[in-house]
């Protein structure tokens, strides 16, 4: 597989690959003439996206901003200390346009925060050669201060040749950078610089920079501003020095994420901002006696950048080799295949436990997450769920554009590539779920309030800030390869739903978007004094903060929830998925550690509506997965009494950034022997009952260094193995660090974890008087459902072990329907059961298969 696609890259770029990387190697651009596009081609990455373009046949950065550069992925320069030679044609874009401060050139030696050439390419420093606005040569940011104020005339912009040679001179080598005004033959007065020889390891890249307010060459701020615009062409790297990697193209497809769920396939291709000119489709193919088939064919999404696949009648009994086809077209027009190959794996239905990674809060200070990649990988899980917060705003430091729809969704996309950049190799072989949340949506909290328009000052009343266009543009890449919604009609603007629900390996996921329909406090709730979601008052009154009507799950969201508890047909266990957990368990916020009573982005408020969902859930006796807090936590929840519904498991963000803590005042009651003080029984600040078994509070003082400041934050991930055979559900949360595969790491989690729990302690609710006692002959864990006849309420549905059960209910008064048997098959109903005593309600005897 990493072979294949390593070849593929190798081709298209015209090298000849012998072992790994290629010491001494060449390269030279060859930018596309036939269109004009974001996106440059699969051998670079550009600082920011939506800034830069291929067009008449060149590089153009046609937006003006600080550090604007892009990095040559398939060639670095090496740790040898020998010679090299880099040059490229460039000018300004409108040459007789005002001239503002900055420069244009090389960057070399690009290292980043994380020793991987995809954290240099995204946030990487280097060292700056280039020609100034004025054109005057510099290497470095004290001889660009310098040349800046020299009263010399330098050469025009208008095309240049810029080249810049390293020759070694002993441990360090001497840098020349002389660059000639090709219409003229003017040369300007060169510039020399002699470093260390490790100083220039690393990346290279083209920069164009506006040097805001005189600042200095290579400012890390990233605004726009300024006419620092320019054009390159003709970029050469070579010497004994340049490395070549093939195997780092990037593109054109950049990864796959997909679903199987009874049957049906849906698969999306991630694809980079094309031209008009491009192909405009991608083939699936899949491998059949050896020789690949193809099997459809998509149009990619103008604005998501997607191709998305669905098949039905997929054969799930056996793993599939399948690959994505693009022909992208070069120099000239013409096309040659790329491909990204995978597996999609059997359905594991005789698996017997079925392992799931959990993910939320993708900082991308933790780019590309080696560790967490690494780690995940020796877990090998079937399933891969991100909850939220795929993204945040601030990637690179280049903030977010939020018009027009076109810049906005590129800037977005930027964002998200670094996921699959990251987790694309998982992904490739495994059912992956996503769930965008506030973040994703570039809202800091979101009340989805159905979809309505809101202004961003105005957001706390519900509803969505950005464009519904671009909403759907986020949500058809996270959530297009889903299973198709439940209820496909879509709210408010036309913004679309994914509710839905997963079956695979006999492990049924309801899907549950819990953003979209939740009401916005703002104007429903007394005024906080402050932020309309943190309250501060000691004093508040919790019944004027549960307003009648507002939700957290919509009526359509709540009629899934109904359906799909009751639906075991084909699975063993009931797994919900949302974005954040039920209940209010951080008391502590933000780096100063500012103490909040209270905190309505939360699903703990509003609290009837956090009680009327975990009702409806708990009835599926429904495991929650959850993520969003940047706490990661395990705590079992009650509605009418503490313990009485499901368990939550909250993962730990992949790198956490905004820190949250659980100090409560007082212990908890009723707490395991030997826990601590923050566990046990206790109302949050909305009266939820909630039993806290475990939180990972990170540290209030963080480490230097990219993954220990993290480890600090208590950064990492989730796994949940379920246990199909015993019933058992355990919960994993490893922090970051820790190497999985290490002897003895199961003891290095979080403190609480590894914590293992039954399947039936999802609704562990007491029960009043029992239905008759069920015994069955001819049939193993078999499900039982318990429906009350006035009222046609289902009161529960679950699969049990083995061949007896007890069904318990919660009225002495009424008549009961039990179900016995097999969903979907043999499924025995029995009306008109009168609830009794334990020792008084007898005993069914149900016979299957001729018994």
């Known amino acids: 597989m990493a072979t294949e696609r390593f070849l593929n890259g190798a081709a298209a770029l ?21 269109t004009e596009r974001a996106w440059i081609g699969p051998e670079y990455w550009t600082n920011p996206l939506q800034d830069w373009r291929v067009a008449r046949g060149r590089l153009e950065c046609f937006v003006s901003g600080m550090n604007r550069n892009v990095q040559l992925l398939t060639h670095t320069l090496g740790k040898e200390n020998a010679g090299f030679r880099m040059s490229v044609k460039l000018g300004r874009l409108h040459p007789e346009g005002q001239l503002t401060p900055g420069w244009a050139g090389f960057r070399v030696g690009i290292v980043g925060p994380v020793d991987d050439y995809r954290s240099a390419a995204v946030h990487g420093r280097g060292l700056d050669a280039g020609i100034t606005a004025s054109g005057k040569l510099f290497i470095g940011a004290e001889q660009f201060e310098v040349v800046e104020k020299r009263r010399d005339a330098g050469i025009g912009l208008r095309d240049v040749e810029l080249v810049l040679t390293g020759a070694p001179e002993g441990d360090s080598v001497r840098l020349t950078l002389t660059a000639v005004e090709r219409g003229s033959g003017r040369k300007a007065r060169e510039a020399v610089l002699v470093v ?47 490395e070549a990697h093939p195997e780092r193209v990037f593109g054109p497809i950049l990864w796959s994420q997909y679903t199987l769920s009874k049957g049906v396939l849906k698969m999306t291709a991630q694809m980079p901002p094309l031209g008009v000119e491009d192909t405009p489709v991608v083939g699936l193919e899949v491998q059949e006696g050896g020789q690949w088939k193809r099997i459809d064919e998509e149009l990619i999404h103008t604005l998501a ?29 013409k096309t040659a295949p790329h491909y990204w190959e995978g597996t999609v794996r059997r359905d594991p239905v005789d698996k017997r436990t079925i392992v799931v990674a959990g993910f939320t ?7 590309p997450n080696l560790p967490t990649v690494k780690n995940v ?21 280049y903030g977010i554009q939020r018009l027009p729809v076109e810049t906005a969704a590129i800037d977005y996309l930027r964002k998200w590539y670094l996921v699959g950049w990251s987790f694309g190799d998982l992904m490739r072989d495994r059912v992956t779920v996503h769930m965008p949340d506030d973040h994703d949506v570039y809202q800091g909290n979101i009340w989805g309030g159905g979809g309505r328009k809101q202004p961003i000052e105005e957001h706390e009343r519900g509803g969505y800030v950005m464009p519904a266009e671009w909403v759907n543009m986020v949500q058809r890449t996270q959530t297009a390869h889903l299973p198709d919604p439940f209820d496909g009609r879509p709210v408010e603007q036309g913004i679309g739903v994914y509710y839905t629900d997963l079956l695979y390996g006999r492990v049924s996921f309801g899907i549950i978007e819990d953003r979209k329909f939740k009401s916005g406090p703002k104007g429903i709730v007394p005024p906080t004094g402050g932020r309309p979601d943190h309250v ?4 508040f009154d919790r019944q004027a903060y549960d307003p009648p009507g507002a939700t957290i799950l919509g ?18 266990f009931k797994v919900a998925l949302s974005q954040t957990i039920f209940g209010a368990a951080a008391t502590t916020h933000g780096a100063e550690f500012m103490r909040l009573v209270a905190d309505l982005d939360t699903n703990g408020w509003p609290h009837s509506a956090r009680n009327r969902a975990l009702r409806e859930l708990r009835k599926g006796y429904a495991f929650m997965y959850a993520g969003d807090t940047h706490l990661p936590s395990m705590i079992h929840h009650g509605v009418e009494d503490w313990n009485d519904s499901g368990w939550s498991f909250c993962v730990p963000s992949i790198a956490a950034g905004y820190p949250r803590l659980y100090e409560p005042d007082e212990p908890g009651k009723n707490r395991a022997p030997g826990m601590p003080d923050y566990t046990g029984e206790f109302l949050d600040p909305f009266g939820n009952k909630l039993t806290v078994w475990a939180v990972a509070n990170p540290k209030k003082k963080w480490r230097e260094g990219a993954y220990e400041r993290l480890m600090d934050k208590a950064s990492g ?41 039954d399947r039936e302690d999802n609704f562990a609710k007491k029960g009043v008087a029992w239905l008759p006692r069920v015994v069955v002959e001819g049939m193993s864990n078999p499900v039982v459902q318990v429906v009350a006849e006035e009222s046609g309420e289902m009161i529960y549905t679950v699969r049990v072990r083995g061949t007896e059960w007890h069904p318990r209910v919660f009225t002495k008064t009424g008549l009961f329907t039990l179900r016995v048997g097999e969903p979907g098959g043999d499924f025995r109903e029995y009306r008109g059961l009168r609830p009794a005593t334990r020792e008084a309600a007898g005993v069914l005897r149900v016979g299957f298969g001729g018994q």
């Open 717 to 757: 991930y989730g796994i949940v193995r379920l246990d199909k055979e015993s019933g058992k559900i355990t919960s994993e949360c490893w922090p970051i660090l820790v190497d999985a595969a290490a002897p003895g790491a199961e003891g290095r989690q979080f403190p609480g974890w590894p914590k293992t729990i």
């Open 14 to 34: 015209g090298l000849v690959v012998m072992g790994g990387l290629l010491p001494g190697a060449e390269f030279a651009s060859d930018f596309v003439e036939h």
């Open 305 to 333: 950048r997607t191709a998305t696949f669905r098949v039905a009648d997929w054969d799930a009994t056996k793993d599939v080799r399948y690959r994505l086809v693009y022909a992208l077209k070069g120099k000239g027009g």
């Open 196 to 242: 260390e020889a490790n100083r220039l390891t690393g990346n290279v890249a083209l920069v164009a920079h506006w040097e805001r307010g005189g600042g200095r060459a290579g400012a890390a701020a990233s605004p726009r501003g300024g006419s620092s615009v320019y054009w390159f062409d003709d970029w050469k790297v070579g010497g004994a020095r340049v």
């Open 555 to 572: 009526e359509r969201q709540l009629e899934f929830v109904r359906h799909w508890t009751g639906d075991w047909r084909g699975a063993d």
């Open 536 to 539: 501060t008052d000691p004093n």
């Open 361 to 367: 809060g993708n900082q991308d200070t933790g780019f």
């Open 377 to 397: 990988g020796y877990h090998d899980p079937d399933v891969l769920f991100f909850s939220g917060d795929q993204i945040y705003e601030n990637v690179a430091g």
